[in-house]
């Protein structure tokens, strides 16, 4: 699978990580003490070469070589959130002078005003939670969006919202994700799920819904035919061990319901919330995340990197760690930017397309659900 020098580093008898390289090639499971047993080494360049050689053994030959990107738009209806996540700089209080509120008409407007509206493939839509915008606002929103940009696919709403506008509706989350399908949402964004242990929930989230109604309402999407993602915020105060399980917690629900396309481990940031800093990942971290997501993850097709979070350079270099996804052109991002990450707002196209080609890959334009729109090779280039 990989190149002869690499081959002979990786299976080299001196090298301890060498039997997982046998076990990935030939298409074997890894279990949990497997991966801790990863994840606790320092040989990095033996981790990536796990990873990216899980990468090849499940991508079809002719696709080896390409890295997916999305033209998207991040809509932030609302800040105001009644959930106090101790992480979460993007909240506020219904009376902060910094609350804001958009309605169904400022949200059209909003994107009316990007000048490549016509050229977007996905709304990647989440909120705080706000009484004052239940499933009617959301209904109208969605109805709204197909009605004046009907090319772009609906990524909305996480399974905490949609808990919370069921309950706040009185209705089952089956109904909600019935009424907002027809209305528009086309698949569901992997947020909300942090860290899934409940000894650091109760740290630091106390009042967010716990880790298996999060992936029972990620099922019942998957059974209603809609796709979705699946994220890990590091960072929190968990150990290796609680990361490792929560990647386990997803591959177990894809064994059951199959509909997750993409797994995101997202970084912590720390200004202006209540998480201490010094949980805050290395870059080692970041990597070792993404490639054992990768190797653990054998029943899910992608491993998104958010330049966002984690910047351009390190994004680039993740690519030889198990990931074949950067997200996304984004336009504007107001929740890690709110707690400090440096990156900026939004990546052109071409910018996205550079960073790829120039970390050696061909960069792919794809849709939400992963339709080629478009093949950058040095041909179409
Ligand atoms: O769910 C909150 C996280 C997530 C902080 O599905 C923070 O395609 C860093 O879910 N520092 C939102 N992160 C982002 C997200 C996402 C991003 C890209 C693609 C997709 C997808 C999903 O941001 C939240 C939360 O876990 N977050 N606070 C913080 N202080």
Redesign the pocket.
Known sequence: MATALVEDYITRPSNPLSRFYRKIVEGERISREEAVEIYQSYDLLSIGILADTARIVRTPEAVRNHVYWVHNFHINPTNICEANCR????KKGPKSPFAYVMSVDDVVEMVNKYPMKDELSEF?V?SGLYDQQGLAYYRDLFVALKKNFPHVHI?GL?AVELDYIAKLEGIPVEEVLTILKEAGLGSL??????VFAERVRQLVCVDKIPAAEWLRIHGLAHQMGMQS?A?L?AGLGETPEERIDHILAIREQQDKTGGFM?F?P?????DN?AVDASNALTGVENLKNFAISRILLDNVPHI?S?WI?IGEKLSQVSLSFGVDDI?GTVVQEK??HA?GTDTSQALTKAELINMIHKAGKIPVERDTVYNIIRVYDSVNA
């Open positions: 992480f979460c700089s993007f990647h989440v990524k996480t964004p992997g947020g909300g799920a942090e993602n994220t915020l993409t995101i997202l970084n912590c940031y720390y919330n998104k958010f979070h997200d929740i890690a707690a």
